[in-house]
C-alpha cells in the first residue's frame, strides 16, 4: 500500500514571499543559473560581468512522494525583464517519465508558453491571469514573461514524471520569445540542434 497522504488545502497569496501557505520545495534561479537556457550568450556575459545577477524566477512547490497518482503542484514566479532581447524564462524540461502531462494556470502578469516535441514540432501559447495551459505528453515545455510585472502561474504534474532539462541545455528550444519594436515576437532559434 502506498504511503497515505492527507487531504489539506492551500491559500495563494501574493503579497507574501512564501506564495503557498504549505510548500516543502523553494529554488530562486538566478542568471547565473540559466547561462545555457539563454540564446543571446554575449549579452548574459555582459550583465555577469557588470555584477548584475538578477533573480529570472522561483518557484514554491509542494512535493508528494514519487508514486504513480500522486501530483506535485505549486507557484512559479517569473521576474519582469530581458537578456538583450530575449524575455526572462524558465529553462524548460521534458519530463523524464515521457507519457506524462501538466497543467499551468495563470494566476497575474502575462506570458508565452514554449513547447515542442522531439521531432521538432512547436506550438506556443498564451499564459497570462485566468488561462490554463495544458502540457501533453511528449512535449517539453518553457515559459517567459512578456509582462512588466510578476508573472504569476500554478502548475500541477504527476509526482513521479521526473524533469530532464539537459536535453533543452544540450539542444535548445526550436522558437525565441524576443522583443521587437516594444512587442513580444516569436523567432527561429538559429542555434537549435
Known amino acids: 500500500m502506498p504511503e497515505s497522504i492527507e487531504p489539506f488545502s492551500n491559500s495563494l497569496n501574493y503579497r507574501i514571499r512564501s506564495v503557498l501557505g504549505k510548500y516543502n520545495l523553494k529554488a530562486e534561479i538566478r542568471l547565473s543559473n540559466l547561462k545555457a537556457f539563454f540564446h543571446y550568450k554575449n549579452d548574459v556575459e555582459k550583465m555577469l560581468a557588470g555584477g548584475k545577477d538578477p533573480l529570472i524566477y522561483e518557484y514554491y512547490e509542494n512535493s508528494q512522494p514519487r508514486v504513480e497518482g500522486n501530483l506535485n503542484f505549486g507557484v512559479t514566479i517569473i521576474y519582469p525583464g530581458k537578456v538583450g532581447k530575449e524575455y526572462f524564462l524558465t529553462r524548460g524540461h521534458y519530463h523524464a517519465k515521457e507519457g506524462t502531462a501538466e497543467v499551468y494556470y495563470g494566476l497575474k502578469g502575462v506570458g508565452i508558453m514554449v513547447l515542442q516535441t522531439k521531432k521538432g514540432e512547436s506550438k ?47 539542444k535548445g528550444f526550436s522558437k525565441l520569445v524576443v522583443e521587437e519594436r516594444g512587442r513580444p515576437k516569436i523567432v527561429d532559434n538559429p542555434s537549435f540542434t
Open 124 to 170: 506556443w501559447i498564451q499564459l497570462g491571469q485566468g488561462q490554463v495551459g495544458y502540457v501533453p505528453p511528449f512535449w517539453a515545455h518553457r515559459t517567459v514573461n512578456t509582462g512588466k510585472k510578476k508573472l504569476y502561474i500554478l502548475f500541477a504534474y504527476p509526482s513521479d514524471s521526473g524533469h530532464d532539462y539537459g536535453t533543452i541545455k544540450q
